[in-house]
């Protein structure tokens, strides 16, 4: 049986099989306990699972040849629990800031060296941005990333822009190292981000950072077209966003 071909959906369904039987053991498991308990024959099993080890989701134990969940694995649901959890408490600060201004308003996390955005409220106003919840911007040239960046030591950001090149997206766009490191000095002393038309044209997003007890959650920013940002609205959103990080990092306490 196990020299027959199976299905891609079933060798996936039989994998999640094996790790839901895994993240409920508090021990490494022998390969012929996860196979009776899984229902498969050793050998689909362990085929199985030396491609959960490659992968990392699995790691073994060489001496008791006893398989647990790897750290890939559980990296990644820490991350998706902390962007849950995340998710949960902002959403109502940001409802407030997003009334407050009438601008759309994002949620974003880390990954790797880009800002992924999870949570988006629209502008109810006639002429507002488009951009989708999933979608992924670089750091460099975002207010979300830059405030995120600005939470980092001057050496883990010049370890960032060694591996980005600043590529020019639009003519606002921050392209040599100096004038980046400069522009996360003024970051640190104001407590906020700017993206000056940096990623899109006649775009501009005033960001801050989620960080906590030493904890990177993500950030916020609030989204206009450049033509409605007065001199008192700028400060009304400036005034607003320090107010919901403020109120974000009391609930994470």
Wanted: net charge neutral; hydrophobic share 35%.
């Amino acid at each position: 049986m196990d020299k027959i071909k199976q299905p891609y959906g079933t060798v996936l369904i039989k994998a999640s099989h094996i790790l839901d039987f895994l993240s409920n053991c508090d021990e490494p498991q022998a390969l012929n306990t996860i196979a009776k308990e899984t229902g498969l024959t050793n050998s689909t099993a362990l085929k199985i699972l030396d491609t959960l080890l490659l992968i990392g989701y699995v790691q073994k134990n060489p001496e008791l040849k006893k398989f647990s969940l790897g750290l890939s694995i559980i990296k990644y649901a820490n991350k998706s629990m902390n962007s849950l959890d995340i998710k949960k408490i902002a959403q109502p600060h940001l409802e407030e800031l997003q009334r407050v201004t009438n601008e759309t308003v994002h949620l974003g996390i880390q990954d790797k060296d880009n800002i992924i955005y999870i949570t988006k409220i629209e502008s109810k106003n006639p002429i507002c941005l488009y951009s989708k919840i999933g979608n992924s911007i670089p750091m460099y040239c975002s207010a979300m990333g830059k405030a995120i960046l600005a939470d980092l030591s001057d050496e883990e950001i010049k370890n960032y822009l060694d591996c980005n090149p600043l590529i020019k997206l639009t003519d606002n766009t921050i392209v040599t190292k100096y004038d980046f490191m400069e522009e996360i000095s003024k970051v640190r002393k104001m407590g906020y981000a700017y993206d000056n038309g940096e990623h899109e044209e006649d775009v501009i997003c005033i960001g801050a950072s989620i960080t906590g007890s030493n904890k990177k959650y993500g950030a916020f920013s609030v989204s206009l077209p450049k033509y409605r940002l007065t001199e008192n609205f700028h400060r009304q959103i400036v005034d607003a966003i320090q107010n919901c990080k403020l109120n974000i990092l009391n609930e994470l306490q």
